[in-house]
């Protein structure tokens, strides 16, 4: 939708700690060559990974517009409208 120039969402304020997919790679990575327990509570290997604050839907959408240099509409939808959207979105991506 970002592409289009329009992001329809259904909770555009809603917040999320926003962790980038290098962030990800670099502790993986660093699990992968010293492999241990890290909370050492039980025999589980995980991290909890946060990224470093929350920012809403709609925030993170002005960040994706500095970047790509295209500004971009937030439509609000309501939880069905949003289902539907979903559902489009999923079939296009399966044909």
């Known amino acids: 939708m970002i592409r289009e120039g329009e992001a329809k969402?259904?909770?555009?304020?809603?917040?999320?700690?926003?962790?980038?997919?290098?962030?990800?790679?670099?502790?993986?990575?660093?699990?992968?060559?010293?492999?241990?327990?890290?909370?050492?509570?039980d025999d589980r290997n995980f991290v909890?990974?946060?990224?470093p604050k929350l920012v809403s839907v709609r925030d993170a959408?002005?960040?994706i517009e500095k970047a790509i240099g295209k500004e971009v509409k937030v439509t609000q939808l309501d939880e069905n409208e949003a289902l539907e959207v979903f559902k489009k979105e999923?079939?296009?991506n399966e044909g």
């Open 9 to 41: 969402l259904v909770y555009p304020k809603a917040k999320f700690d926003r962790i980038s997919p290098g962030d990800i790679g670099q502790v993986y990575a660093a699990l992968l060559a010293e492999p241990r327990i890290v909370n050492g509570a």
């Open 48 to 51: 909890r990974l946060y990224g």
């Open 61 to 63: 959408i002005g960040i």
């Open 90 to 92: 999923i079939g296009q």
